[in-house]
């Protein structure tokens, strides 16, 4: 069974240009979360989805970020316009939908963003 | 509201010596508590994690961690390093399920970067 896809896996652009980051889950995980580590510092919260609904979106640093899931399957995360601040590795994670006392995040390698 | 709190950003010990890592978390809610792995260019992997059941929770490749709520701690141990721990450790604290069903967002300590020493 595939993991969790993130494409690309890095992407150098400059201050003020536009960058889209895809993550795929796996196949039947209707929870889609994306988490970003700022270099140096803790992995942070930005959103979490189920299915295509955001449920949690308290960590988006600001409105120059834009998440969707479309048809509840692959995620968008897009950086419009990027400052250099939002430089960092962004990972992606998805989990099933349950009532199990936990339900196991699985996380892709990441997508390294450096803004120039 | 919740954070970890991870002693040593950079810790180094030699082939076979202990392993030990520290993690303290805060919680207002009842705990899990998560360890996770990243080895160079991968996705983080779990280790381990505890979820309210035994204190002493094990997990893969030899490491285990034991929550001691009057610490508020979760530290991570294996007896015996091997080169194939050197990798990049981190800690996370998530809310019970029954106080936040449905959102499971983890959050996490800055990390640890474990070095063997051959």
């Known amino acids: 069974e595939a993991g969790v896809t993130q494409f690309p896996s890095h992407s150098v652009i400059e201050k003020g240009q536009t960058v889209t980051l895809r993550c795929d889950p796996i196949?039947?995980?209707?929870?889609l979360y994306w988490y970003r580590r700022v270099m140096g510092k803790e992995i942070k919260f930005l959103l979490h989805?189920?299915?295509?609904?955001?449920?949690?979106e308290s960590g988006m640093p600001n409105n120059r970020f834009l998440a969707e899931r479309t048809g509840g399957t692959y995620s968008t995360l897009k950086v419009q316009p990027a400052e250099l601040e939002d430089s960092g590795v962004y990972f992606c994670a998805s989990s099933q939908v349950s009532r199990r006392s936990y339900n196991e995040q699985f996380f892709g390698p990441g997508t390294r963003l450096t803004v120039l | 509201a919740q954070s970890v709190t991870q002693l040593g950003s950079h810790v180094s010990v030699s082939e076979g010596a202990l392993v030990l890592l520290r993690c303290n978390y805060s919680?207002?809610?009842?705990?899990?508590l998560f360890w996770y792995v990243q080895y160079p260019n991968q996705g983080l992997q779990l280790l381990l994690k505890y979820t309210s059941a035994a204190t002493l929770v094990k997990g893969i490749n030899g490491f285990e961690a034991e929550f001691k709520k009057s610490e508020t701690s979760f530290h991570l141990t294996k007896p015996s390093a091997h080169m194939s721990d050197a990798a990049e450790y981190f800690c996370a604290v998530s809310a019970a399920l029954i106080s936040n069903f449905g959102n499971e967002k983890l959050t996490f300590g800055t990390g640890t970067r474990l070095t063997i020493i051959p």
């Open positions: 919680s207002s809610v009842p705990p899990y």
């Open positions: 989805f189920v299915k295509e609904s955001k449920q949690d």
């Open positions: 196949s039947g995980h209707d929870n």
